[in-house]
């Protein structure tokens, strides 16, 4: 009977150790369980590797390599941009250039001979502007241009009814133009190296012309002069040759432009007119070339 009363016993201590041992090892592994998920998530936050966590200083600052960008509509399409020039940098650059064109008897089959021209422009653009945001200046750039053609002959003869020739006829040009520009830049990588830009200037310029020619056997002098206002595009490329020294190449694109041109011939004024246009297209006489510095 005793033994009979000692085996329940042993099934129940039995039992319950058994219990016992289950629960603690259920605490264990939920225990493992969650220092594996918050190791999980620490690192799933703050990636080692992730580009978009690198920061720089700037000044006194410490600033992210990455600036969103502002989304036109409801969906988020996760467009960045790089820092390239960060806010409160000063530029000041300088842009140029120079074309030239010259042959001598020159001939077109038999209908153009003795075609004799000498042509050039020159241009020459400092300007200077702060940078009120990351990537984002404005301010003031000037304008001289200087252009002159001389022709020292030409001779034409398509038909015995269309001939005739032309000698001595020569052309200069001046202008000057002042104006206020907004430009935003879009860095390429981290390295702060290469960068591409928009650059949208208003422009108000005068200048005049100078035309001379023979006509009847008299010299013959007609002077332009010229006031113009005008709205231009252009976008462009910058490196950075050194850490605060840039190369900038610029393309004319767009513009609109509203011009006055008042005319005078032998100091007699024989008219004035007013015109408007527009242009889009790729001018391979626009081209620009400059350097920058930056502090």
């Given at each position: 009977m005793r033994l009979l009363s000692l085996i329940p016993m042993k099934k129940m201590?039995?039992?319950?150790?058994?219990?016992?041992?289950?629960?603690?090892?259920?605490?264990?592994?939920?225990?493992?369980?969650?220092?594996?998920?918050?190791?999980?998530?620490?690192?799933?936050?703050?990636?080692?590797d992730d580009p978009l966590d690198k920061m720089v200083i700037v000044g006194n600052d410490t600033v992210s390599m990455i600036l969103p960008q502002r989304n036109f509509g409801r969906y988020d399409r996760g467009l960045f941009n790089f820092l390239f020039?960060?806010?409160?940098?000063?530029?000041?650059?300088?842009?140029?250039?120079?074309?030239?064109?010259?042959?001598?008897?020159?001939?077109?089959?038999n209908a153009i001979t003795n075609f004799d021209f000498k042509g050039k422009m020159?241009?020459?653009?400092?300007?200077?502007?702060?940078?009120?945001?990351?990537?984002?200046?404005?301010?003031?750039?000037?304008n001289y241009t200087r252009g002159e053609a001389s022709l020292g002959s030409l001779s034409v003869d398509i038909d015995e009814d269309i001939n005739f020739s032309l000698k001595d006829v020569s052309y200069f040009s001046n202008s000057y133009?002042?104006?206020v520009f907004y430009r935003t830049y879009v860095g390429l990588s981290t390295m702060k190296r290469f960068g591409v830009f928009n650059d949208i200037d208003l422009s108000f310029g005068s200048g005049s012309s100078r035309f001379k020619r023979y006509y009847g056997g008299e010299l013959r002098d007609t002077r332009t002069n010229?006031?113009?206002?005008?709205?231009?595009?252009?976008?462009?490329?910058?490196?950075?040759?050194?850490?605060?020294?840039?190369?900038?190449?610029?393309?004319?694109?767009?513009?609109v432009s509203l011009r006055?041109?008042?005319?005078?011939?032998?100091?007699?004024?024989?008219?004035?007119?007013?015109?408007?246009?527009?242009?889009?297209?790729?001018?391979?006489?626009n081209i620009n070339f400059g350097l920058g510095v930056h502090i």
């Open positions: 201590i039995f039992t319950g150790i058994m219990v016992l041992a289950a629960c603690f090892a259920a605490t264990d592994a939920q225990a493992q369980e969650i220092d594996s998920l918050a190791v999980y998530s620490e690192f799933e936050s703050l990636p080692v020039i960060p806010k409160g940098q000063w530029m000041f650059g300088l842009m140029a250039s120079y074309g030239e064109f010259n042959t001598e008897d020159a001939q077109l089959l020159f241009s020459i653009k400092p300007s200077f502007g702060y940078f009120i945001g990351n990537n984002q200046s404005i301010g003031l750039k000037f133009s002042i104006g010229v006031t113009s206002v005008a709205l231009n595009f252009s976008p462009g490329l910058c490196v950075f040759i050194m850490d605060n020294v840039s190369f900038n190449v610029s393309f004319g694109v767009f513009g006055h041109e008042k005319q005078l011939t032998d100091n007699v004024v024989e008219g004035s007119r007013t015109s408007s246009g527009a242009n889009f297209k790729f001018n391979l006489f």
